[in-house]
């Protein structure tokens, strides 16, 4: 049983590291991958071997392609790309509809953009919204929280479930469909609980309106005028997506992998290559292409990346001495003696290192590299994995995270209305995660 100590012990010093010191994810993930491996007896040359082969091989699988999601998204909103898209479904679901409307918003912006991004792109849409229908602003700020969050968790190529598919080696076309199959329940329920008469009655109030919302307000409706057109806005999203999907479903069902469109489909639909030409196709959006687009806006976008790449790399390195202590086949018996499901077993793992340090992407990532080792022993596909520890990764979020206060400050809240607007909407989400992905099971592999 020392491999599982071993194990135990190196989870409960992360999150000391993180938590308690304070210490940045990278650096942490480093150390304890590092201690680990020299505690578990492994010669000292495959300790920093082991590092180097994990930080690479994680690297050549998502590196391109998180940095090149993270440029579209960054086009998108430079150009209103973003705002284009929202003001879309809104004006399509209506105003009547509007808590929908913004959840649905929220997803489908958070594809490619940051969902704290996202939020404050959209909190003044929200306001207005608020006050032009008469809506208390709990309820859509609820909505819009949990539709971002949703699918900045579950749906490539957010770099959270990237890194995760490259941790574990899933095929990414089949993590962005199992994430959106769940992403549509998850959102549609959840906003139920956001349209409830317990929140509509205890938080009855507006949203209120002073000369920076109005402003702010403004700016947005200024933005979606100059903007590119709704096919355009959408096109750099989109596009890789079908790409991604059509190579792993031509994969599946094509027996004869010589035929020269299938060579061109897989070419395509690889994920560095699908996600560069959305990136090449995000470059149509600004009215001109100058240098401070191709440049600058570049550069702030991989800057953005950097440490999302470095935190994904190190947890790559973890999974790869956890792997090498042998704790996957002492822990196989265990989890064949636990009464829970084994696909529930990546969302629990996700949900208390969230709950213990509060990124939904370090939960992705960290959960991952302690998952690879059970993977066999569990008797999932990757992909599926993949999705149940997305699906923990949101559910219960607190103040120990950063989102909790992005989406408590912009909205004005203190931090009791901030536990019901974040903490309480996203063990909500994480319920309805949990059961569609448990149904998602029993039908796929």
């Not at 949203?207 to 947005?220: G, H, M, Q, V």
């Amino acid at each position: 049983m020392y491999p599982v100590f071993l194990l135990i012990a190196s989870v409960v010093a992360l999150l000391l590291l993180i938590s308690v010191f304070r210490l940045h994810a990278f650096l942490s993930l480093l150390i304890v991958s590092l201690v680990l491996g020299v505690a578990a007896g492994l010669p000292l040359a495959e300790v920093a071997s082991a590092v180097a082969a994990g930080f690479g091989g994680t690297m050549q699988s998502i590196g391109v392609v998180i940095a090149c999601g993270v440029i579209i998204g960054e086009i998108l909103e430079r150009t209103g790309g973003a705002q284009k898209i929202a003001d879309s479904i809104l004006r399509v679901v209506g105003i009547e509809r509007s808590i929908l409307a913004t959840g649905i918003t929220g997803g489908v912006v958070s594809i490619p953009t940051f969902c704290d991004s996202g939020f404050v792109i959209l909190n003044p849409v929200i306001r207005a919204l608020s006050v032009t229908g008469r809506i208390p602003y709990m309820c859509l700020v609820t909505a819009l929280m949990c539709g971002l969050l949703t699918t900045h968790s579950l749906v490539p190529p957010t770099p959270g479930p990237i890194a995760a598919a490259g941790i574990l080696g899933a095929d990414v076309g089949t993590v962005m469909l199992y994430g959106i199959l769940v992403s549509i329940p998850v959102i549609l329920v959840t906003c139920v609980w956001c349209n409830s008469s317990f929140l509509r009655r205890r938080y009855p109030e507006l949203a209120p309106i002073d000369d920076d919302s109005t402003a702010a307000n403004e700016e947005f409706k200024a933005i979606v005028a100059k903007a590119p057109s709704t096919f355009m806005s959408y096109l750099p999203i989109v596009m890789p997506i079908i790409l991604i999907v059509a190579r792993s479903f031509a994969a599946m069902y094509t027996a004869d992998k010589t035929r020269v469109w299938y060579e061109c489909v897989d070419f395509v639909g690889t994920p560095y290559i699908a996600l560069l030409i959305g990136c090449l196709l995000s470059f149509l959006l600004p009215t001109k292409l100058t240098g401070d687009v191709t440049d600058n806006w570049v550069s702030s976008a991989i800057s953005k990346s950097a440490e999302i790449l470095l935190i994904t790399g190190i947890a790559g390195c973890f999974g790869r001495i956890l792997n090498a202590t042998g704790v996957g086949q002492v822990l196989a018996n265990v989890v064949a003696s636990t009464p829970l499901p084994p696909i529930l077993l990546p969302f629990v793992i996700s949900a208390i290192v969230l709950i213990a340090q509060g990124s939904a992407t370090v939960a992705l990532t960290t959960t991952s590299a302690i998952v690879l080792p059970l993977l066999p022993s569990l008797g999932i596909s990757p992909e599926l994995a993949v999705i149940s520890i997305a699906g923990g990764s949101f559910c219960g979020v607190f103040p120990q995270g950063s989102y909790f206060w992005c989406v408590t400050k912009l909205a004005g809240y203190d931090i009791k209305r901030g536990y019901v607007a974040v903490t309480a909407t996203t063990f909500v989400m994480g319920l309805v995660a949990v059961v569609t992905i448990y149904l998602l099971s029993l039908f796929v592999s």
